[in-house]
């Protein structure tokens, strides 16, 4: 089956650090995804990672506060900068695994203390 | 851009009844619809999908059904147990993104 292996899987963090978050795919594709889900809520779509180009955020959501690394097609970094406790949130990272579908990575539940 | 709704947002059934969660969406280019089962403290889990050019699919005691024409598709489980509980989310894939219903959240009562 389908594997996004993402980690940490969880953390507890001082405001005003930042924490980066990795995503490994088992196999390559060509876009993946980072997600943040507040507790008991939907998804919401951060930015779109494609490899070799620059990640396309959403409205509300800016390069400098989340950046993003694709060094490859088939891992990807999400960094959390300057953390607050609003910043709290499960995130997601997703990914077209083609004949598997649009699978997620387990996520990683951060706490901003 | 894409609104997707999903109803109800809660569910309870008893085992072994069945359960059906329905999503409506807007934008007519929408082409892919996958269902999501999210376990406490777990990442959402592909459970089924359908795309725009099938109007069923079924694995198991799972199956969703696409009705183009009205602009909604729904998630059916049937034989419920106890682990089906969990929220379960649809979305919509139009360009390149997918939009996501609010969830519903499914008790499956022994």
């Known amino acids: 089956s389908a594997v996004i292996s993402q980690k940490p899987s969880r953390d507890i963090c001082q405001r005003g650090t930042s924490l980066t978050i990795q995503c490994q795919v088992d196999?390559?594709?060509?876009?993946m995804f980072w997600y943040r889900q507040q507790p008991g809520q939907s998804l919401t779509l951060i930015a779109t990672?494609?490899?070799?180009?620059?990640?396309?955020?959403e409205s509300g959501f800016v390069i400098d506060k989340f950046p993003i690394s694709r060094p490859n097609l088939t891992f990807s970094t999400l960094t959390v900068s300057n953390m607050s406790p609003e910043d709290s949130s499960i995130y997601l990272c997703?990914?077209?695994?083609?004949?598997?579908?649009?699978?997620f990575g387990s996520g990683t539940r951060l706490t901003v203390v | 851009g894409e609104n997707v709704e999903q109803h109800p947002s809660t569910l309870s059934v008893q085992e072994g009844d069945s359960a059906v969660i329905k999503c409506t969406y807007s934008?007519?280019?929408?082409?892919?619809f996958p269902w999501y089962k999210q376990e406490l403290g777990k990442g959402p889990q592909l459970i089924i999908d359908?795309?725009?050019?099938?109007g069923e699919k079924k694995d198991q005691r799972i199956a969703v059904t696409l009705n183009k024409t009205a602009k909604h598709f729904s998630l059916h489980i049937t034989e419920t147990q106890p682990e089906d509980s969990a929220v379960y989310f649809c979305?919509?894939?139009?360009?390149?993104?997918?939009?996501f219903g609010t969830g519903t959240s499914l008790t499956v009562i022994p």
């Open positions: 997703s990914a077209d695994r083609g004949s598997y579908g649009y699978t």
């Open positions: 359908i795309r725009s050019n099938v």
């Open positions: 196999s390559q594709v060509t876009m």
């Open positions: 979305a919509a894939y139009t360009g390149n993104q997918f939009y």
């Open positions: 934008d007519s280019a929408s082409n892919y």
């Open positions: 990672a494609n490899q070799g180009s620059e990640a396309t955020y």
